[in-house]
């Protein structure tokens, strides 16, 4: 059974800093890519970053201020966060790649004053 379990979300200031996790079971987790994708109130889903075998890639809206890395022998996925603004505000959630239906519970990560 494919579980994925997201933490590290939170508050934090304009300017700070998060590192979100994400824990992976239930399938070969070295073989896929993996995303991390936000979704802010009322808004549709948004593909942020994803890493696979031939690198990084980012959206735009977040390059040069979030990383994503992966740990193949601890099953994990990590998005680390920089300079967050208030648009960066929303449910992060890690995706297997190509895996349409795969999501965890996600993590709350809100920027505020």
């Known amino acids: 059974q494919v579980q994925l379990v997201e933490s590290g979300g939170g508050l934090v200031q304009p300017g700070g800093s998060l590192r979100l996790s994400c824990a992976a079971s239930g399938f070969v987790f070295a073989s896929y890519a993996m995303n991390w994708y936000r979704q802010a109130p009322g808004k549709e889903r948004q593909w942020v970053a994803r890493i696979s075998d031939y690198g990084t890639d980012y959206a735009g809206s977040v390059k040069g201020r979030f990383t994503i890395s992966r740990d193949n022998a601890k099953r994990m996925v990590y998005l680390q966060m920089n300079s967050l603004e208030s648009e960066d505000t929303a449910v992060y959630y890690c995706?297997?790649?190509?895996?349409?239906?795969?999501w965890g519970q996600g993590t709350q990560v809100t920027v505020s004053t």
């Open positions: 995706n297997i790649h190509g895996w349409p239906n795969a």
